[in-house]
T-cell receptor, first 114, second 113 residues
Framework: AQSVTQLDSQVPVFEEAPVELRCNYS??????LFWYVQYPNQGLQLLLK??????LVKGINGFEAEFNKSQTSFHLRKPSVHISDTAEYFC????????????FGKGTKLTVNP | EPEVTQTPSHQVTQMGQEVILRCVPI?????FYWYRQILGQKVEFLVS????????KSEIFDDQFSVERPDGSNFTLKIRSTKLEDSAMYFC???????????FGSGTRLTVV
C-alpha cells in the first residue's frame, strides 16, 4: 500500500517569490508520482508526473518537481509565482504499471498575495 | 485537448433517494475511475473499471454503490440510497494505455439533505 504526506496544509507567499510545496511518500513497491492542481470550484488538472528517467520533471505553468528516492520525496517548486497560481495542490502516488489507483495527499493550499 | 465530461455539475437530493452521476470519458481511453472528495478532505479512490468490470474498489464502495458503462461512451456511478455522509465532490477520470496519468472531469458536487 502507498501513502502520501504533504507537510504543509497552507503556504502563503508574495507574488514573484519562489515556492516549494513538500511531498513525501511511502510505498513497498516502485511508484509513479504526480502533482495535480485544483483551482477554486474546478476539477483536478495534472501539473506533472514522474514515471522514470530524469529525476527532475518539468510541468505546465513553470512548475517542476524533483524525485528523490533516498528521501522518498517529490517536492514541487516554482521560481517565481503569480497571483493566478493560487490554488490547492495535491501530490499523488500510484504503484508502477499503469491503470493503478492514485493515493492522494491531503493537499496544500497555496495563496499568492500581491 | 480531449476532456472528461461530468454531468450534472451540482445535484441536490434527499436522503434515501437514488442518484446517478454521469461521465463521458475520453473516447480512446480504456480505464475508468471514480474518486470523491468530501469538503476539506483529501481525494479518495472509490472504484476502477476496465473491460466492463470492476478492477478494484475501496472500502467506501459498499453495496450502495454501483458503476456501469451502459453504451460504450457513458460511465455512471449510482448511489442506491443516499446518506448525508455521501455529500461530496465526485470526480470521474479516465486513462489511456500509453500515457500514464489520469484525466479528471470537473466533478459533480452532490449534496444530500
Amino acid at each position: 500500500a502507498q501513502s502520501v504526506t504533504q507537510l504543509d496544509s497552507q503556504v502563503p507567499v508574495f507574488e514573484e517569490a519562489p515556492v516549494e510545496l513538500r511531498c513525501n511518500y511511502s510505498s513497498s513497491v516502485s511508484v509513479y508520482l504526480f502533482w495535480y492542481v485544483q483551482y477554486p470550484n474546478q476539477g483536478l488538472q495534472l501539473l506533472l508526473k514522474y514515471l522514470s528517467g530524469s529525476t527532475l520533471v518539468k510541468g505546465i505553468n513553470g512548475f517542476e518537481a524533483e524525485f528523490n528516492k533516498s528521501q522518498t520525496s517529490f517536492h514541487l517548486r516554482k521560481p517565481s509565482v503569480h497571483i493566478s497560481d493560487t490554488a490547492e495542490y495535491f501530490c499523488a502516488v500510484s504503484a508502477q504499471g499503469g491503470s493503478e489507483k492514485l493515493v492522494f495527499g491531503k493537499g496544500t493550499k497555496l495563496t499568492v498575495n500581491p | 485537448e480531449p476532456e472528461v465530461t461530468q454531468t450534472p455539475s451540482h445535484q441536490v437530493t434527499q436522503m434515501g433517494q437514488e442518484v446517478i452521476l454521469r461521465c463521458v470519458p475520453i473516447s480512446n481511453h480504456l480505464y475508468f475511475y471514480w474518486y470523491r472528495q468530501i469538503l476539506g478532505q483529501k481525494v479518495e479512490f472509490l472504484v476502477s473499471f476496465y473491460n466492463n468490470e470492476i478492477s478494484e474498489k475501496s472500502e467506501i464502495f459498499d453495496d450502495q454503490f454501483s458503476v456501469e458503462r451502459p453504451d460504450g461512451s457513458n460511465f455512471t456511478l449510482k448511489i442506491r440510497s443516499t446518506k448525508l455522509e455521501d455529500s461530496a465532490m465526485y470526480f470521474c477520470a479516465s486513462e489511456g494505455t500509453t500515457n500514464y496519468g489520469y484525466t479528471f472531469g470537473s466533478g459533480t458536487r452532490l449534496t444530500v439533505v
